[in-house]
């Protein structure tokens, strides 16, 4: 079983930026979709990024587009989540998830979080 690591959550200043880190403990077939959510307390999961096919393609939020980039460090094993122009409504709790394959009709990868099987344990970010 693939286990997801979530690292790098952090309190920072509005504008500022940070990197989130999720470890991959094995590389196989169940993360070719890997996606980015959060969650604020009361709110409901958000989906805000994900990528597939190697990283060929991405999806994004409105809420984070522009400011936020996902990513893979292949050599690492890892998926990464690089975040900047952080403003306080950022602040939730930052989950990774993997599925085989977690794509929507359009052949994008899906920020539905029903359609991923995996998931970490989550790294708080909380921005003031």
């Known amino acids: 079983q693939v286990q997801l690591v979530e690292s790098g959550g952090a309190s920072v200043q509005a504008g500022g930026s940070l990197t989130l880190s999720c470890a991959i403990s094995e590389r196989s077939r169940n993360t070719s979709s890997m996606a980015w959510f959060r969650q604020a307390p009361g709110e409901e999961r958000e989906g805000i990024t994900a990528i597939w096919s190697a990283g060929i393609r991405v999806s994004y939020a409105d809420s984070v587009k522009d400011r936020f980039t996902i990513s893979r460090d292949t050599a690492k094993n890892s998926l990464l989540l690089q975040m900047s122009s952080l403003k306080p409504e950022d602040t939730a709790m930052y989950y990774c998830?993997?599925?085989?394959?977690?794509?929507?009709?359009?052949?994008?990868?899906?920020?539905?979080?029903?359609?991923?099987?995996?998931w970490g344990q989550g790294t708080q970010v909380t921005v003031s």
């Open positions: 998830a993997a599925d085989p394959r977690a794509v929507a009709d359009s052949g994008l990868p899906t920020l539905r979080s029903e359609w991923y099987r995996i």
